[in-house]
């Protein structure tokens, strides 16, 4: 009788353990995958900031980018009505800029150069006039290439300058067969006055020196 006792307590307990282990959850056979974490992206690199002041009106200048897109900031203090900040895109980097009265009405410009990337470096501009020093006005120039009178030979690395009010742009002329690295028809030199236009303000050509 003991013995039969000891066999079926056995099998109660064999049985138990069973349940036990069909109750437990099964153990994953792959470890877990954390998902990793987004890189965050990483701030603009700041290429040029400067703060150009003129009798009052002053301009913050502030560049990010160094490749062939980036953007400028310019940002007016002291106007009379508006002084929002204007955000705009460049081709290529920014390299210089310069605030100048060219028409000398008393209220000052702030022009930016900018040059593409790439081979040609062709130069561009971002200006903008303050209108009776209340609030700004883009600055139109008229692209080289629209001008037959003086685009011929050109093929970019322009180079910009404001003084003896005048806007200056100068670039190297090519002759025919000349690569892109030595121009030999010398240089060509763009003197611009500032103008009202129909809608805004706009450069003119005044004058043409070669050399």
């Not at 560049?63 to 009379?80: H, N, R, Y």
């Not at 605030?99 to 593409?116: C, F, R």
């Not at 030979?153 to 670039?171: K, S």
Request: hydrophobic letters at 40%; glycine letters at 10%; a negative charge.
């Amino acid at each position: 009788m003991l013995t039969r006792v000891v066999v079926v307590v056995s099998i109660f307990t064999a049985l138990a353990a069973c349940g036990q282990k069909e109750a437990a959850p099964a153990a994953s056979a792959e470890p877990a995958v954390q998902a990793a974490p987004e890189a965050a992206e990483p701030a603009s690199q700041v290429v040029y900031d400067e703060t150009l002041d003129y009798f009052g009106v002053s301009f913050h200048v502030v560049a990010t980018g160094a490749g062939s897109i980036g953007s400028v900031t310019i940002t007016p203090s002291g106007l009379e009505s508006d002084n929002s900040a204007i955000i705009r895109e460049t081709d290529g980097r920014v390299t210089l800029a310069e605030v100048n009265d060219l028409d000398a009405d008393g209220s000052p410009e702030i022009y930016v150069y900018t040059q593409s990337a790439g081979s040609g470096s062709y130069g561009g501009l971002i200006a903008y006039a303050a209108n009776d020093r209340k609030s700004l006005s883009e600055i139109y120039l008229p692209p080289v290439a629209e001008n037959p009178e003086v685009s011929q030979g050109y093929m970019g690395h322009d180079e910009f300058r404001v003084g003896e009010g005048a806007l200056v742009q100068r670039f190297p002329v090519y002759r025919e067969g000349d690569t892109n690295a030595e121009p030999t028809g010398g240089m060509r030199q763009l003197q611009y006055k500032l103008a009202k236009g129909e809608a805004g303000w706009v450069l003119r050509v005044d004058r043409v020196v070669e050399y």
